[in-house]
């Protein structure tokens, strides 16, 4: 079949859920994807913020292999091997102490919702305690993560949520002080908003709010889904001014591939939280996810790529402010890391395009935003050769 076939094919298939770039990736190698008529594309998108280490890393390869040759699947009724080396390497980079393993992102949001209500609920045995949650903040697509997603737009139709949900402003503590009841339970915050404009949580600001949970017993939940993983120059972003939270929730380039999250929790809420029968998960933990998340940590501390990324995203911070300068309709630079953004004063959907066909891959954070989370082994040649293209897409667009 041709490539178009297997377009045709998908759209008669496949729920129509996501608008997709008219093309069928076939193999990738580094940071390079292959189409199915060999087309070759710089990608600096790298299944949003997933592939941290490139493609085909060959450690990472054998390792999955290797496993299943072994088993692949037994359920949390028995104890495996890969599981427990991931919990330890995962308890040592995130510095937390309690680990339970998820298959997405959303799903370790979930379990730290229920983590964070189970430990209020242990308190006084209510069972309407509060969550404040971020505007313009995205936590993931499941019911419960909706709910605490502060951009209406995914919200309405699936209403109603769970309740006792409140939003307060990123980076404005008095708008959070508002909203604090002797019922609030949990804060929950992405350290860098991703979806929402890539906006990093500032040191004063969670430094407050670290504070205020401190005094009122409030668990502070960070949502490291995206931001964590050394894409900010540190294995969490939170690390950075060490302010270290109750509950974290961690995923995308953890498996780097596999489908695989976690949520990891201070022995302080791990012991007064969720016990046995209070959350599970069939697959969550099983032992070729968890070989995957070994295996990445095991390359992340071996390839250095948190040090990697520190030397490198300078040079991507300098050169995309050398297009802030060059280009009117670009408003301005920010992010973290290897997780940047540049804000349009337009849609930014064209440019995305162009470069495509060029063979640049990106994504965008809204409408007016083109997000930058290439795999963290990118090289300054590589951040070239994504500036030459980008610079000719937004000229062909103007």
Not at 216 to 245: F, H, N, S, V
Not at 347 to 357: Q, R, W
Request: glycine residues 8%; hydrophobic residues 40%.
């Amino acid at each position: 079949m041709s490539m178009q076939e297997y377009i045709d094919e998908a759209e008669s298939a496949l729920l129509h859920t996501y608008n997709r770039y008219q093309m069928v990736l076939d193999h990738g190698e580094g940071v390079y994807l292959y189409d199915m008529d060999g087309k070759k594309y710089l990608d600096f998108v790298s299944g949003i913020a997933v592939f941290a280490l490139g493609y085909h890393n060959k450690e990472y390869d054998d390792a999955l292999k290797g496993q299943i040759d072994k088993v692949i699947h037994t359920s949390n009724y028995y104890y495996n091997v890969p599981a427990i080396e991931a919990a330890k390497k995962l308890k040592k980079a995130s510095r937390m102490d309690r680990v339970f393993f998820t298959n997405s992102g959303a799903e370790a949001i979930e379990g730290a919702i229920k983590a964070a209500r189970k430990y209020a609920y242990l308190k006084d045995g209510s069972t309407d305690h509060e969550i404040i949650a971020m505007n313009h903040s995205f936590h993931g697509r499941t019911m419960g993560a909706l709910a605490v997603t502060g951009n209406p737009k995914y919200r309405e139709a699936f209403e109603p949520l769970i309740g006792n949900i409140k939003f307060a402003d990123l980076n404005d503590f008095d708008s959070v002080l508002a909203q604090v009841t002797d019922k609030t339970c949990a804060i929950l915050m992405e350290t860098v908003q991703g979806e929402g404009g890539l906006y990093p949580a500032t040191e004063e600001f969670l430094t407050k709010v670290r504070a205020l949970c401190d005094e009122k017993d409030i668990l502070l939940i960070l949502d490291e889904i995206q931001c964590g993983m050394g894409r900010t120059g540190y294995m969490y972003a939170w690390q950075r001014y060490d302010i270290k939270p109750d509950i974290m929730t961690t995923a995308k380039a953890l498996g780097c591939g596999v489908p695989v999250g976690a949520f990891l929790l201070t022995e302080k809420v791990g012991q007064h939280s969720l016990t046995s029968g209070d959350h599970g998960t069939t697959y969550g933990g099983n032992p070729l996810a968890c070989a995957a998340v070994d295996k990445v940590l095991e390359l992340f501390e071996k390839e250095q790529i948190v040090e990697h990324v520190r030397k490198v995203s300078p040079y991507l911070e300098e050169r995309l402010q050398e297009l802030v300068e060059k280009y009117d309709c670009i408003q301005c630079r920010r992010g973290a890391g290897l997780m940047q953004g540049l804000v349009f004063d337009r849609p930014v959907g064209p440019i995305i395009n162009k470069a495509l066909e060029k063979g640049l891959m990106l994504i965008n954070a809204g409408t007016d935003i083109i997000r930058f989370v290439p795999p963290l082994i990118i090289t300054k040649e590589h951040i070239d050769d994504m500036m030459k293209i980008l610079d000719e897409s937004i000229g062909a667009c103007l």
